[in-house]
């Protein structure tokens, strides 16, 4: 199956991070052409330096939960491209008051960061989907990737509020991709990816040891993943060519794990 994407314009939030940086990597080397957004000017920076030798990418900053910035970096993308194919919420993440200790309790709990963590993750997928959704309904066509989590499937230790923000991802992942079908077109389609565990700067020091072997959190993991590995972030990649592709026409509102079979597997 050959998947080709080449001229399609793709914008990825938070695109200065290990995710979006990786999946807006993979893209413009595959013929698309990048809007790279995040709210940090140097990562923004420092990724569209990386990214431009390889193809036509621009860098944008902006903040997702400002709809006011995002309407301006719509019109940014629009103005330089014409058009909007691919949208990848890519922006994200956790805090550490809203990531229990072993020794804490849900009662422990930094409110502030735990609404903090449920605006980021829940309303920063939200917001874009509003305001370039709005462009792709008005052309009739593009896919918008999501971004929930191992999360949403069920309960995991310590991370109440990001537990939270990516349950509501999934829902509004499956109701927009309803929405978009039935009052706009069949070839907006919404879905969304749910990453299994991969080690990066937000979870390395719940999984790795300062000595570089696994905690038990890790241990826990890897009984439960049939793989027995945690990923890499690029086995996220082919999945959203697909996904952006006309080869998933028929797919809309899914949520799909990337997990080594964590989702699938009871544990015995």
């Known amino acids: 199956m050959n998947i080709d994407l080449t001229g399609k314009?793709?914008?990825?939030?938070?695109?200065?991070?290990v995710l979006g940086g990786s999946i807006a990597k993979s893209l413009v080397e595959n013929g698309v052409k990048v809007?790279?957004?995040d709210i940090r000017q140097e990562q923004l920076d420092k990724r569209v330096k990386e990214l431009e030798p390889l193809g036509e990418v621009i860098g944008i900053q902006c903040n997702v939960l400002d709809m006011q910035s995002l309407e301006a970096a719509c019109e940014t993308l629009q103005n330089r491209w014409g058009t909007v194919d691919i949208l990848v919420n890519a922006a994200g993440g956790n805090l550490p008051g809203a990531t229990l200790t072993e020794e804490q309790t849900v009662f422990d709990m930094k409110v502030e960061d735990f609404n903090r963590v449920t605006d980021l993750n829940m309303n920063?997928?939200?917001y874009p989907c509003l305001v370039f959704g709005k462009a792709m309904a008005e052309k009739g066509s593009g896919s918008i990737i999501n971004i929930s989590s191992m999360a949403t499937y069920s309960a995991i230790t310590r991370v109440p509020g990001y537990s939270v923000a990516k349950s509501g991802v999934s829902i509004f992942t499956q109701w927009l991709a309803m929405e978009m079908a039935l009052k706009f077109n069949e070839k907006i389609r919404v879905n969304a990816l749910a990453p299994g565990f991969f080690i990066g700067d937000q979870n390395r020091a719940v999984l790795i040891n300062p000595d570089g072997s696994y905690t038990e959190r890790s241990?826990?993991?890897?009984?439960r993943t049939p793989m027995k590995r945690f990923g890499d972030i690029s086995e996220l990649n082919g999945l959203v060519h697909f996904l952006c592709s006309d080869h998933a026409s028929f797919i809309t509102g899914t949520i799909i794990p990337v997990d080594g079979g964590f989702s699938s597997f009871s544990g015995v």
Do not use: N, Q, S, W
């Open 35 to 37: 809007a790279v957004m």
């Open 219 to 223: 241990r826990k993991v890897l009984a």
């Open 124 to 126: 920063g997928t939200v």
């Open 9 to 17: 314009v793709a914008v990825i939030t938070g695109g200065g991070g």
